[in-house]
Each structure stands twice: as C-alpha cells, then as structure tokens.
C-alpha cells in the first residue's frame, strides 16, 4: 500500500537532482504525475518505481517532463518586455553597436524568447546583431519551441497584436518565420546545476520569470550565482513580479519601474547580497538634519529614532539585533506599518513564513497601499500554493502602483 512517506522520498530525490522543491508544484501533481509513469513502467510497486527513479536517469527525465507543465504565451508580463526593448533603444541611441545576447531561462515551448526575437528585429535591430537563447530542463517542450509553431492558446492579450506580422498561417497553426527562429537557439539544461553559468559568452539580459518560486531558498541562491557569471557587467535580470521581491529580500534591489521586475546584480564588484531589506525608513534617514544650538555652536546629537536604528542594523545583517529594537518599539506602543513591515521581512528573512504573515497583514491593515507588504504576502500565498489568493494580492498591490504605466499587462503564475 503507498504511503506519503513512498511519494515524499521520490519527490526528495528529484529535489536533489532538479533543484525542483516539491511545494513548488503541489503534492497533488507529484502524485499524479508518479502513478502515471508507474502504469508507464508496468511497475505496481511504488518501492521498485522508487528504486528505478534512483538509478536511470531516463526515468527521472521522464518524470520531470510530467511534473514540469509549461504554460506560457507570447509577450507575457509585458512591463518586463518594454522595459528591455527602452534600454536596448537608449543604448543605440548612444551608439552601441555591438551585437546583442538574450537569455530566457525557463524558456518552456519558446515563446518568450521568440517575443524578444521579434522585440529586437521590429525596432530594427539588424538580424544579425542580436541572437536569443532558450534554455529548459524539458526537452519535450523544447522540442516544441524548435519547431515554433503554436495554437491559440499562445496568443492572449492584445500585447501580440503588433507583431503578428512575424507568424505564417499553417495548417498546424501560427509559425514563427523562418529567418527569425534561425535567431534563436534552444537547448537543455539544469540551471540550478553548480556547473551551469560557466560560459565563454555573456548576455546583456537574462529573462529568469516564473522559474524561482519552484526551487528553495538554497537553490534560488545558486541560480543567482549562475546568473551573475552569465551577465555583462551591466547586463539585467528579469524576473516574475513574486520572484522579483524575493530577490529584493536577498539584498539586489530593483532597478527601473517596478513591474519591470528588473535587477542589476553586479550594481558593486562583489556579487554578495548588499542589503537584507528596505523600507520607507531609508527616506526618513535621508531628512535627518544635525540640530544646532543657537546661543552655541556645538552640534546637539538627537536620539536615535530605534525604528531607523533596527533598520540599518538589518541592512548590515545584524537580524536578532535589528529584532530586539523592533520588539523594544513594539512594547514601547509604536504602532506604525514600517514597524510591522519590518518585522516581517525580518521574520521571512529567517524562514518563518507565517510568522511573516502575521506582521505584513498588520502593517496591510494600518496602510492599506502598503506594496511591498502586499507583495509580500502574495509571496507567501505563492508558497503555500494559494494561487488565487496570491494572484489577488499582488493585483491589489499592482493598484496602489503610483506609476499608472506600470499597471499595464495581466499578471499570471506559472513558467514563463
């Protein structure tokens, strides 16, 4: 008889090999996708399916290929997408000629970097100035994006409609033109692998969106390792709205508008983490003057405010120090958002999810347009596969947006 105990070491070892953290799918397609492949393998004994999943990466890769569902459609998350085609502009503008390379990572059946492909070569860029790159784990969705050609379900959004141009009707569907797959390349591979990033070619712009959420925190440490050897120096990181805010936590900060969900990571020489996390509290600092005496010149030193004090202390790392202010302001009867925001991004630093929770719906409850909370806890939902509550909250934030240019596009979860 199978138990949870049979799936769960199944999923560890996947987790192992993949980097796929088994929260990230859900148990309910885990199972589904091993019963399968155990009818595929003529195996009614979960133990022996196990066994096999061990030692034949064939079968892994199979497994993989039903737990890993692409969905994905041309021009998605287009603040993303306009924020790349502006610094690609304004960098003409100023004379660069020299070629441009694309990442898509997690490209799935191809239509992101498909997008980019057509991004490039209507704003003319010439083709032979720029090439795209689609890496995945699956290679049957690779398959699909090699082949470039896609059903209805690919095209969503008005986002495409100017680019329709760039398809030929089939009786198959809608194919991607000729010269412009010739500038795109696909190929398979596990990019939370230690040996991935090591690469003789740099790119300006990596496109990682939708990909983070379904690996743990160590892992996602390691992709943005990778990434940082894989990126000029003054290349960007594109991520998925979600992903971009935990990136934000491990201390890169956004660059750009911020639906671009648009990151630096070699902003300083080092690629460690700069900052743990930030807050309105930073804008306050910058407003402090030194009050001086006026029947004398010595400078009169005000208290430190503790709230500021806790948040320079996480910036610099010092978590347990940082929340023991916060605890002293919170017995002192401060009752501010920051407050609750900052512990909150003290208690996710450190894991404790629901614990988070709580202190991010208290400074939500006292500032409703508080975003970054907000976004926050659309995070946390992601994690705990609330995906609708996720979707809510981080549409709720997108409202209290003070860029109306950035609320344009239909945020969605999944790959990208």
Request: hydrophobic content about 35%.
């Amino acid at each position: 008889m199978e138990t949870d105990s049979d799936y769960t070491d199944i999923m560890q070892h996947i987790e192992r090999r993949t980097g796929i953290k088994p929260s990230g799918v859900g148990k309910p397609t885990w199972v589904r996708s091993i019963r399968k492949r155990m009818e595929a393998c003529e195996s009614s004994n979960i133990d022996a399916y196990a066994r096999l999943v061990a030692s034949s990466p064939i079968e892994r890769q199979e497994l993989v290929e039903l737990i890993v569902v692409p969905e994905t459609w041309f021009f998605r998350d287009s603040p993303g997408l306009d924020f790349f085609l502006s610094q690609v502009l304004e960098a003409e503008k100023r004379g660069r000629r020299k070629p441009w390379h694309v990442l898509s990572l997690g490209c799935a059946t191809g239509e992101e970097p498909y997008s980019i492909a057509m991004m490039l070569a209507q704003a003319g860029i010439p083709l032979l100035r720029f090439s795209v790159e689609g890496v995945d784990i699956s290679r049957r969705a690779l398959e699909r994006a090699r082949k470039g050609v896609y059903g209805s379900r690919a095209f969503r959004g008005s986002s495409v409609l100017p680019y329709r141009k760039n398809f030929l009707r089939t009786e198959e569907g809608s194919e991607v033109r000729r010269d412009l797959r010739q500038r795109v390349a696909f190929r398979s591979a596990n990019i939370s692998d230690l040996s991935f990033g090591f690469s003789a070619r740099k790119y300006d712009f990596v496109f990682c969106r939708n990909v983070l959420i379904y690996f743990s925190s160590d892992v996602q440490d390691r992709v943005l390792t990778n990434v940082s050897r894989l990126l000029e120096h003054d290349g960007y990181l594109l991520l998925s709205p979600t992903e971009s805010e935990l990136v934000r936590l491990k201390g890169y900060p956004h660059t750009g508008p911020r639906l671009a969900c648009a990151h630096q990571l070699h902003a300083t020489d080092s690629v460690v983490p700069r900052t743990i996390v930030t807050t309105d509290i930073e804008k306050d600092i910058e407003s402090v003057e030194p009050v001086q005496a006026r029947e004398t010149e010595t400078e009169v030193q005000q208290a430190p405010d503790p709230l500021v004090e806790a948040q320079q202390l996480a910036n610099e790392g010092h978590l347990d120090a940082a929340w023991q202010l916060c605890l002293g302001c919170l017995n002192s009867g401060k009752n501010e958002p920051a407050l609750y925001y900052l512990m909150g991004a003290l208690k996710m630093a450190q894991h404790s999810d629901n614990e988070a929770e709580e202190f991010f719906r208290k400074a939500v409850y006292l500032s409703p347009t508080h975003y970054d909370a907000l976004v926050n806890l659309a995070l946390i939902a992601e994690r705990k596969g609330l995906n609708e509550e996720a979707y809510r909250l981080w549409l709720r934030a997108r409202k209290c947006s003070t860029d109306d240019s950035e609320t344009e596009g239909v945020v969605a979860y999944g790959r990208s």
